[in-house]
Structure formats: C-alpha cells, structure tokens
C-alpha cells in the first residue's frame, strides 16, 4: 500500500487529488481523441458536425497540454506560479466551451459538454476560494 500512496500528491486538502484525477482523465480522452473521432462530437455536437480528423487531434493535443499543467499543479500546488498557470488554464477551457456554445454554435447542451463545463466551473471556483490556503 506504501507504494501506491507515494504516487498521490503530498499536499494537504482535496485538490491536489482533483487535480491529479482531472490530469489522469483528462490523459485518456487526448487518446480518444486522436483514435476516434467520436468522444469529440459528442463535445462539439453541432449539426452538421463541425468535427474533423485534424480538428479532434488538435483537441487532443490541447487537453493533453492542459492535462500536463493540471498535474504539475497536482504535485507542486505551492509554487504559486505553478497554482496560477493552472487555474488559467481552467479559465482557458470554462471560455472556450461556453463560447463554443454560447457565441459560435459548435456545441449544444448535453452529455459531451457538460462534462467540461461542469468540471471547467467547479474547479474555477474551487481553486479561488483555496489559493490563499495553497500559495500564502
């Protein structure tokens, strides 16, 4: 059991292990996304799907780059550069998703997209109300 715990963060609090589960997921639908081309359209389920082979890979390789940040910050959730790099990032996806939806059409209300939205939110909010705790 010993060998399995020293992989979690050290940190006190919750968020550390938010943000390593987030960074773990986060890691499988990259993967998803450069072999199928469906995880995405469920995200972007416009009509007619604004989804392409190119368009998914590039959406996996930029939740793969946040996933790296995501878990730096997992593991090193004192460096307040570290914290705050990481909260943007979040701001980054809560922006894209909610314009995508709200400004360009590209996405509608349901399963694909509630998933970032929600976790895009609460983590948001999660990270201002604990920075003072994490990075003072």
Do not use: C
């Not at 009509?47 to 946040?66: K, N, Q």
């Not at 909260?87 to 059409?105: D, K, M, P, R, T």
Request: charged fraction near 10%; hydrophobic fraction near 45%; glycine fraction near 6%.
């Amino acid at each position: 059991m010993n060998s399995l715990t020293s992989y979690l963060p050290s940190s006190p609090g919750y968020l550390p292990y938010w943000l390593r589960q987030v960074s773990v997921v986060s890691v499988a639908n990259s993967v998803q996304a450069y072999v199928s081309l469906g995880p995405t359209q469920q995200v972007y389920a416009a009509t007619p799907s604004p989804v392409t082979p190119l368009s998914a890979r590039t959406f996996g390789t930029w939740t793969l780059l946040s996933s790296v940040i995501r878990l730096y910050a997992a593991y090193d959730i004192t460096n307040k550069p570290v914290y705050e790099i990481a909260l943007a990032s979040y701001g980054i996806a809560f922006a894209h998703f909610f314009s995508e939806w709200l400004v360009f059409g590209s996405t509608k209300w349901g399963k694909g997209l509630a998933g970032p939205a929600i976790v895009s939110t609460m983590t948001i909010g999660w990270m201002v109300s604990q920075k003072d705790f994490y990075v003072s």
